[in-house]
């Protein structure tokens, strides 16, 4: 099983630069979440989502925008890059967020912008 | 945002040693969570709590839900070399969010 995929796995942008980190699950779950993981912290929620064509912001979200058109994908739009937004994101999914939850994780993207 | 606050931050044991390590809120939780994150790696889910004062064991792995829902606490017994890596709580309100706590880092010395 695949799970959540996340692509690319790293990236290095410029400042000003634009660019979509890519999320999808093939478990079929309702909810998806992005995250942003800085060095020796927790995860901070940036965005969320709890079905297709739902989204709402989390912790953390300016900057940053989703968008949930399928149940399958939620794309994460940066687009104009700062170097505070270098960290590690990771999305992750679960079938339901009220009992029995379980998020499952991509493995992360990497990004640095300088 | 809600203050989860994990400690200790950081542990350095010994092979065979027990581990022991808690996640404290002020904020009411209906669901605590307990994840390991190895490096370059996703957080891969533990033990899920759902009710408080739940008491659930995966293998050498223990974790309650407290009483109050404002805490949970993780046991780690006769750890092993591959229990290296960052542990997390992370709690669920009402809501659809998780809030994480800043992670406890385990190192085990054989």
């Known amino acids: 099983n695949a799970g959540v995929t996340q692509t690319p796995k790293f990236r290095i942008l410029k400042i000003g630069q634009s660019m979509t980190l890519q999320c999808t699950q093939d478990?079929?779950?309702?909810?998806m979440y992005w995250y942003r993981q800085d060095p020796g912290m927790g995860l901070k929620l940036i965005y969320y989502?709890?079905?297709?064509?739902?989204?709402d912001k989390g912790e953390v979200p300016n900057g940053y925008n989703v968008s949930r058109s399928t149940t399958e994908d939620f794309p994460l739009r940066l687009e104009l890059a700062a170097p505070s937004q270098t960290s590690v994101y990771f999305c992750?999914?679960?079938?339901?967020?009220?009992?029995?939850?379980?998020?499952?994780f991509g493995q992360g993207t990497r990004l640095t912008v300088v | 945002g809600q203050q989860l606050n994990q400690s200790p931050q950081s542990m350095f044991i010994q092979e065979g040693e027990d581990v022991s390590m808690n996640c404290t809120s002020s904020?009411?939780?209906?669901?605590w969570l307990w994840y390991k994150q190895d490096p370059g790696e996703g957080p891969v889910l533990l033990i899920a709590?759902?009710?408080?004062?739940e008491l659930t064991s995966n293998g050498r792995l223990t974790a309650q839900f407290g009483i109050t829902r404002k805490d949970s606490f993780l046991n780690i017994s006769a750890s092993i070399p591959s229990d290296v890596g960052i542990y997390f709580c992370?709690?669920?309100?009402?809501?659809?969010?998780?809030?994480f706590g800043t992670g406890t880092s385990l190192t085990v010395i054989p």
């Open positions: 709590l759902y009710k408080a004062g």
């Open positions: 478990m079929n779950h309702n909810y």
């Open positions: 989502s709890v079905g297709a064509g739902i989204t």
């Open positions: 992370a709690g669920q309100l009402s809501g659809n969010q998780f809030y």
């Open positions: 904020s009411i939780f209906n669901t």
């Open positions: 992750a999914s679960s079938y339901s967020a009220r009992g029995n939850t379980e998020a499952f």
